[in-house]
T-cell receptor, first 116, second 113 residues
Framework: AQKITQTQPGMFVQEKEAVTLDCTYDTSDPSYGLFWYKQPSSGEMIFLIYQGSYDQQNATEGRYSLNFQKARKSANLVISASQLGDSAMYFCAMREMNTGFQKLVFGTGTRLLVSP | DTEVTQTPKHLVMGMTNKKSLKCEQHMGHRAMYWYKQKAKKPPELMFVYSYEKLSINESVPSRFSPECPNSSLLNLHLHALQPEDSALYLC????????????FGQGTRLTVV
């Protein structure tokens, strides 16, 4: 069974600073995908970034980058130049294949608070 | 258009009521999902539809009944729910049921009284 671990229940960062949200995973599948989602208080899960297990380069999307360390089984999210609007819950997720269909298995999340 | 639209946004229902949640996407995605998220917990998968066919049912009680009338629309019919079913119900879609990212709607906050 696959497992996602987010050890930081909450993180604080000052506006304009960078912050790293930790995620470790456990899987025996050679092919897997890792995702980060942002969930504001409104409830919507907003897709941020994706890393495939065979991708050679770390994924980047604007201010978001994924620090993928395959040997350590970690996929940390780095947010550069934090903004007040980044305050939200952040979930790391892994794609699990079930009889040929994908499902996302989520970690417990990290609540990020950005202060002025 | 990368939007998944869910209605209603909020729903309060009694334990004897019948209600439905609706999810719509016009991105040409052929896989659609229902997730349930209890307060302060991560989302958990309930159902997967692939090409309008139910592909995965994660042992969900029969008081939840999904329906996919066409490739753009996904419903979740609710009947005889319990207070512990109160949660945020999230719909998602992906281009294919195999290996692409899923886009989520805003969710329906359901309260069962």
């Amino acid at each position: 069974a696959q497992k996602i671990t987010q050890t930081q229940p909450g993180m604080f960062v000052q506006e304009k600073e960078a912050v790293t949200l930790d995620c470790t995973y456990d899987t025996s599948d050679p092919s897997y995908g890792l995702f980060w989602y942002k969930q504001p208080s409104s409830g919507e899960m907003i897709f941020l970034i994706y890393q495939g297990s065979y991708d050679q380069q770390n994924a980047t999307e604007g201010r978001y980058s994924l620090n993928f360390q395959k040997a350590r089984k970690s996929a940390n999210l780095v947010i550069s130049a934090s903004q007040l609007g980044d305050s939200a819950m952040y979930f790391c997720a892994m794609r699990e294949m079930n009889t040929g269909f994908q499902k996302l298995v989520f970690g417990t999340g990290t609540r990020l608070l950005v202060s002025p | 258009d990368t939007e998944v639209t869910q209605t209603p946004k909020h729903l309060v229902m009694g334990m004897t009521n019948k209600k439905s949640l609706k999810c719509e996407q016009h991105m040409g995605h052929r896989a659609m999902y229902w997730y349930k998220q209890k307060a302060k917990k991560p989302p958990e998968l309930m159902f997967v539809y692939s090409y309008e066919k139910l592909s995965i049912n994660e042992s969900v009680p029969s008081r939840f009944s999904p329906e996919c009338p066409n490739s753009s629309l996904l419903n979740l019919h609710l009947h005889a729910l319990q207070p512990e079913d109160s949660a945020l119900y999230l719909c998602a879609s992906s281009l294919s049921p195999r290996e692409t990212e899923a886009f989520f709607g805003q969710g329906t906050r359901l309260t069962v009284v």
